[in-house]
């Protein structure tokens, strides 16, 4: 036998260690190596993480608390902030050979976990710190102990199952459809019922709103903005009803889990619907995948949704795939995907190392928030020394989130300028600047000025500070001195 075709379960899991090691491995040392900064939403996060809390204004908690971890441990380089992610996605994969050789057997678990960490989304998302990579590994381990417990009378993987979901809620409120999904599940699969609708069901349920509870209470104790920021993002009061939004987000989703993969899904449902018997582990994934999807569809018709929004539907999505592409063309689709899996994670890495080359390849663009704050930052600071200001205000979400990051040396407390007294993110809800406040400088894009400077006694413009950032876009800041705010004003 060679190491490179294993024939046993064991040494297509020791093989699949080496591999996902590696690729772990290459994407924390071009992590280390990268000079792109943090985008805004990974400035805020970083930003949580200095006071870490049992909730924040627009997510859960579990972010906060593992870029905590990270910086604690390595220090607050922009790799630290982003390491947990290609670990947590290396525990997903790993976790993904025995979801795939739980439902079918270990080949498909072999592959399943190295299709998972070339998928684009995976291989993205390995670059920076989001909530959905927490969100994805408490996703795979609680289907994985979920088929476990399914063959083990005890309690231990119901327990395991439990913590998952538990865990998952305070990284992201999605893990709900993994509920919807086992419960599905559990009407078509009889060995399943016992778990799902009965005593270990209602102990999963009640040990994982128990871990989950703490956001709660932070939640009731904030007048619950969480739940109203989730309600924002569904933003079904100006419904449109877009039969070309759905079809545009279905698209996106061929970029999210890969052209081959995501065919090899669809095959892999429509031989589903034309077979019987069908297996159980088949229609278990099946079931897990399908209410990320046919939901966040249904959003996507009703108002908006972002591409990443169904993420969770892959995680079980990734084995059904895999077994169609493994049956067809003596898998050569299989080494399609993962050959163009390959390419796009070298690609991306040398963007990550050498910024610059994005914009040879006419890709500047799309890395153009990720470009120019440190910059920004250093001038923030440096103006800050020359007068004694009473605080720094921004209006901008993004520019007070990479200015909690990039200007961290500054000795003046950063707040924002906020038009109203109601509370649309974090910063407005913990950093509003108080009226009264005498002397600020205020950092502002120059198209939202006129109002801002509005709202102050008197405001002298000091300079303006131009940066290039990628795709040959420029970033463009007014800095003024300005006395005395006088609170909200209406504006029309």
């Not at 071009?30 to 930003?47: F, N, T």
């Not at 057997?105 to 993205?124: K, Q």
């Not at 502002?444 to 413009?461: E, K, T, Y």
Request: aromatic fraction near 14%; glycine fraction near 8%.
């Amino acid at each position: 036998m060679s190491f490179f075709r294993p024939n046993t379960g064991e040494e297509r899991w020791r093989l699949a260690l080496a591999v996902i090691g590696a690729l772990t491995l290459a994407r924390i040392l071009v992590l280390i190596l990268s000079p792109i900064e943090l985008y805004p939403d990974e400035a805020q996060y970083w930003y949580w993480a200095q006071t870490p809390a049992l909730g924040y204004f627009s997510k859960p908690p579990l972010i906060g608390w593992i870029i905590w971890l990270t910086t604690a441990i390595f220090g607050d380089g922009e790799w630290a902030v982003r390491l947990s992610s290609p670990l947590l996605h290396a525990g997903t994969a790993l976790l993904l050979f025995g979801v795939g050789r739980l439902t079918f057997d270990s080949r498909v678990g072999f592959w399943s976990a190295i299709t998972y960490a070339l998928l684009p989304g995976t291989i993205y998302s390995s670059g920076l710190v989001s909530t959905d990579v927490p969100l994805l590994f408490c996703w795979a381990l609680a289907l994985y102990a979920l088929l476990r417990a399914m063959k083990d009378e005890g309690w231990r993987w119901t327990l395991v199952c439990a913590a998952a979901i538990g865990v998952g809620m305070l990284a992201k409120y999605a893990m709900l459809y993994f509920v919807g999904g086992a419960i599905l599940a559990a009407v078509f699969v009889p060995k399943l019922r016992p778990i799902v609708f009965g005593l270990r069901g209602l102990a999963i349920l009640a040990i994982g709103f128990l871990i989950f509870s703490p956001n709660l209470f932070w939640n009731w104790q904030h007048h619950f903005p969480t739940v109203a920021h989730t309600e924002a993002n569904a933003n079904w009061g100006h419904a449109r009803f877009s039969a070309m939004g759905a079809l545009n987000w279905f698209g996106g989703q061929f970029g999210v889990f890969g052209p081959l993969t995501m065919i090899g899904y669809g095959m892999a449902l429509w031989r589903f619907v034309r077979t019987k018997p069908r297996e159980d582990g088949a229609v278990i994934l099946a079931a897990i995948s399908l209410p990320p999807l046919v939901t966040i569809l249904c959003q996507s018709f009703i108002s908006d949704a972002n591409a990443n929004w169904a993420a969770t539907a892959y995680v079980a999505a990734v084995p059904l795939a895999v077994a169609w592409l493994l049956s067809v063309w003596k898998g050569r689709l299989l080494w399609v995907s993962l050959a163009l899996g390959a390419v796009m994670m070298a690609g991306l890495s040398i963007i990550y190392v050498s910024p610059p080359f994005a914009t040879k390849v006419g890709v500047g663009n799309a890395f153009k928030r990720q470009q120019g704050w440190s910059q920004l930052g250093d001038a923030v600071v440096a103006a800050a020394k020359e007068a004694p200001y009473d605080a720094i205000a921004v209006a901008n979400r993004s520019v007070v989130a990479e200015l909690t990051y990039y200007a961290r040396a500054r000795t003046v407390p950063l707040k924002v300028w906020d038009n109203d007294l109601h509370d649309d993110d974090h910063f407005q809800m913990t950093m509003r600047l108080p009226a009264g406040t005498g002397r600020v400088l205020l950092v502002l894009d120059p198209r939202d000025a006129r109002p801002i400077l509005q709202s102050f006694d008197s405001a002298v413009r000091l300079k303006t500070l131009v940066i290039g950032i990628g795709g040959h876009r420029e970033r463009v800041s007014e800095f003024y001195d300005a006395h005395f705010y006088r609170g909200p004003q209406k504006t029309p």
